[in-house]
T-cell receptor
Framework: EAGVAQSPRYKIIEKRQSVAFWCNPISGHATLYWYQQILGQGPKLLIQFQNNGVVDDSQLPKDRFSAERLKGVDSTLKIQPAKLEDSAVYLC?????????????FGPGTRLTVL | GNSVTQMEGPVTLSEEAFLTINCTYTATGYPSLFWYVQYPGEGLQLLLKATKADDKGSNKGFEATYRKETTSFHLEKGSVQVSDSAVYFCATAEGGGNKLTFGTGTQLKVEL
């Protein structure tokens, strides 16, 4: 089966500009996650969706970050305005539902550089 | 919430050497435990997992045993190859896999 798709793979912007990332999860996966991975650190969860509803956005900096999953399939993560400290890899992951399905599958990520 | 502590890297080994990467966790309840691997320029890939105490996860010659008494999930491989060079992340999942908490990662470099 096809994996989690993300685009773009790389993005360079200036601080105070806006940027958007797109994710298409594995077909049929109801749960979708966005993670931020700063260089040298492990991924940190930003937001979790269950279908088109938000389950957990407690670590999302809501003054500048937003995310949506309008039809319960693909998702967009936006940063507006960007700061230097937002330079990171943004990872999307998805997971199916049901017993014994505790594995999250990750996309290749979008590497964001804020200058 | 959960937390994960991994040994710091980089770990540099010669090919065919034995590998251990230590991982300990703190968690409420009985989390699932994972090792993910990130090869250069690629995304995170699940390497192995264990869902309950004394379970052993294994894949590609790597193994890790869920030790509840020591809250550990150490990654081992008997003979590493150059192609194993990557960053390895230990993670716990609470809520039936709903929320992953990662360690900071351990970089492994294998030399000829």
């Amino acid at each position: 089966e096809a994996g989690v798709a993300q685009s773009p793979r790389y993005k360079i912007i200036e601080k105070r500009q806006s940027v958007a990332f797109w994710c298409n999860p594995i077909s049929g996966h109801a749960t979708l996650y966005w993670y931020q991975q700063i260089l040298g650190q492990g991924p940190k969860l930003l937001i979790q969706f269950q279908n088109n509803g938000v389950v957990d956005d407690s670590q999302l900096p809501k003054d500048r970050f937003s995310a949506e999953r309008l039809k319960g399939v693909d998702s967009t993560l936006k940063i507006q305005p960007a700061k230097l400290e937002d330079s990171a890899v943004y990872l999307c992951a998805s997971r199916s539902q049901g017993a014994g399905t505790d594995t999250q599958y990750f996309g290749p990520g979008t590497r964001l550089t804020v200058l | 919430g959960n937390s994960v502590t991994q040994m710091e890297g980089p770990v540099t080994l010669s090919e065919e050497a034995f590998l251990t990467i230590n991982c300990t966790y703190t968690a409420t309840g009985y989390p699932s435990l994972f090792w993910y691997v990130q090869y250069p320029g690629e995304g995170l890939q699940l390497l192995l997992k264990a869902t309950k105490a004394d379970d052993k996860g294994s894949n590609k010659g790597f193994e890790a045993t869920y030790r509840k008494e020591t809250t550990s999930f150490h990654l081992e491989k008997g003979s590493v190859q150059v192609s194993d060079s990557a960053v390895y992340f230990c993670a716990t999942a609470e809520g039936g896999g709903n929320k992953l908490t990662f360690g900071t990662g351990t970089q492994l470099k294998v030399e000829l």
